[in-house]
């Protein structure tokens, strides 16, 4: 019987830092579908907003998160990020995490879209992600044990539909199962349901779909940042091509020569991505074709790593100074709703991170906030975790029946996954309209998938077919019941943003009873429990 105090499903940056804020004398328990280094934090390139800079202030972070979200956020929720993250910043600064520094020893602080302040702390140039998790994995304490390569599907609840631990499976089928009060959903987002994506080959919104089967409530599914900026080589996007890079000089041109942003935004390259990526998809439509100017960026080598490493390998040659780009899907600003502390309305499932919807990122994310919302919630659930003193009942019966090792399993195909996600990136993608999402919504519902399905019965890849399947009802129905344009939901068939009907309002999805009830919500500061 494997049992722990907290598990945290995932191995990113809010996991982690969940992880090592815990106190010591728990056991905790980390599970990851791939290995602690595969995760979208890993492979972040941009860095963390924070004020530190002394012509910078709070508010001023506050402000530009409000204006990227188009004003759809919880704004205690923004305002406490912002001031905890300073905080936050500062102590990993003090501590010694490797953040990059100019020739005097001072940090060295980049721009980003939609930022009014140079607020960006980054490591090794466009490696901020992996500089980061090193410096965690290193600085995680011995109570904490991990299971690699092992798929969390299920949720497993008591009698009173309290979460008490997870069911996972292998690769090989084989399925085991984990026991604790406190379950963290910490999965990350749900990119690999598009074509194009800067996301993590692993990164399929299982987490958001195992929660919503266990009856946690879902949110905001219909905003989604796709990232204005990936390497596009021969028809396919090969990955991010971070937004420093237009902080640090670099403009947007077509095959024509013409600069596409002028006249689009005040701020042009660095306008919030969903005004960018909207333009560079526009562009595309027209038959051009799209490049990233880099020729007024200094030593872009050495600057950016990572990227140039990438572009090389794709056979793109930089001393021409430009680099061929498209969008894709990067983040999703919605996902399991919780409250302040990071707790969900199905009690003993927690989470946190992009799997976590808190109302931070409205309508859409300001750049570089997402590391910092992980490492703000991770914090601040780990400390009300090490406040707790009850404990949850586990029916041992449970515990016996619910390992087992792979048996003969029903083959279930209902689709080709690259199919799914080219008619995701064509019904649900940059710019929608009803009918196409009317369409995509009907081929999704006749696909042979049930929503409380038996996943024991199923193969692992089927499994990660079906929790596609699921996030891409969610995503879809929300998409077409929003009928406006804010942020990262864009219909060409509703191109204004509506306050008067829409304006704080969100969509939420819950199972019960094997069908999805949707409702609207007055976004009030969300107080689960009492």
């Known amino acids: 019987m494997k049992k722990a105090d907290v598990i ?14 815990l106190n010591p004398e728990l056991n905790v328990m980390i599970i990851t579908k791939g290995t602690r280094r595969g995760s979208n934090s890993y492979m972040a390139q941009g860095g963390i907003a924070a004020v530190v800079a002394k012509d910078d202030n709070i508010a001023r972070h506050f402000e530009d998160t ?13 305002h406490s990020l912002v001031t905890e993250g300073q905080r936050i910043v500062q102590k990993l600064v003090d501590e010694g995490a490797p953040f990059d520094r100019n020739n005097d020893g001072t940090l060295s602080l980049g721009m980003e879209g939609a930022h009014s302040r140079k607020r960006i702390l980054h ?10 998790i090193e410096h965690f994995l290193k600085t995680l304490s011995g109570n904490i044990s991990w299971v690699e390569e092992e798929m969390v599907f299920e949720l497993l609840q008591n009698s009173e539909g309290a979460c008490i631990g997870v069911k996972t499976m292998n690769r090989q089928g084989a399925v085991h199962a984990y026991y604790a009060p406190i379950v963290v959903m910490a999965a990350g987002g749900a990119g690999g349901l598009y074509s194009s994506t800067s996301n993590h080959p692993t990164v399929t919104g299982d987490g958001m779909a195992a929660a919503f089967r266990a009856g946690a409530y879902i949110a905001d599914a219909e905003f989604i940042q796709f990232h204005p900026t990936l390497l596009y080589v021969d028809g396919k996007t ?18 024509a020569g013409e600069r596409i942003m002028e006249g689009i935004h005040p701020l042009k390259e660095l306008a919030p991505r969903h005004v960018v990526a909207q333009r560079i998809f526009e562009q595309r439509q027209m038959g051009r074709d799209i490049y990233l100017s880099i020729k007024l960026i200094n030593e872009f080598e050495t600057k950016f790593p990572s990227i140039s490493a990438m572009c090389k390998e794709n056979g793109i040659d930089l001393s021409l100074g430009r680099i061929p780009v498209s969008p894709g899907c990067h983040f999703i600003m919605g996902g399991i709703v919780i409250d302040s502390a990071g707790k969900t309305n199905v009690e003993g499932l927690y989470a946190v991170g992009e ?9 859409n994310r300001l750049a570089s906030n997402s590391l910092l919302e992980g490492l703000v919630y991770g914090k601040r659930l780990a400390d009300w975790i090490n ?27 209902p689709f080709n996954v690259k199919e ?21 919504l009907n081929w999704l519902q006749n696909i042979e998938f049930r929503l409380d399905e038996k996943l024991d019965e199923l193969n692992p890849e089927d499994i990660g077919k079906y929790f596609m399947w699921i996030n891409s009802l969610i995503v879809t129905r929300a998409a077409l019941l929003r009928t406006e344009s804010r942020g990262g939901h864009i219909r060409s068939d509703y191109q204004e943003e509506d306050d008067f009907f829409w304006m704080k309002r969100r969509i939420v999805h819950s199972l019960e009873d094997g069908e999805m009830r949707t409702w609207l919500d007055e976004q009030v500061k969300t107080k689960i429990y009492a």
């Open 238 to 255: 090969k990955g991010l091509v971070s937004e420093a890079v237009r902080g640090e000089g670099a403009h947007l041109f077509n095959d």
């Open 420 to 440: 799914f996600q080219e008619r995701m990136m064509e019904s649900a993608g940059i710019i929608r309209n009803g009918q196409k999402l009317e369409e995509h």
């Open 123 to 132: 490591c090794g140039g466009d490696e901020t992600g992996r500089f980061l």
């Open 355 to 363: 799997a976590a919807c808190s109302g931070v990122h409205g309508a």
């Open 8 to 21: 945290i499903v995932g191995s990113g940056l809010a996991a982690l830092q969940t992880a090592r804020e």
């Open 66 to 78: 409000l204006e990227a979200g188009r004003g759809h956020q919880i704004e205690e929720e923004v």
């Open 387 to 413: 406040a707790q003193k009850k404990s949850i009942s586990i029916n041992p019966k449970k515990m016996q029946d619910a390992e087992q090792q792979k048996s003969g399993r029903k083959a279930a195909a």
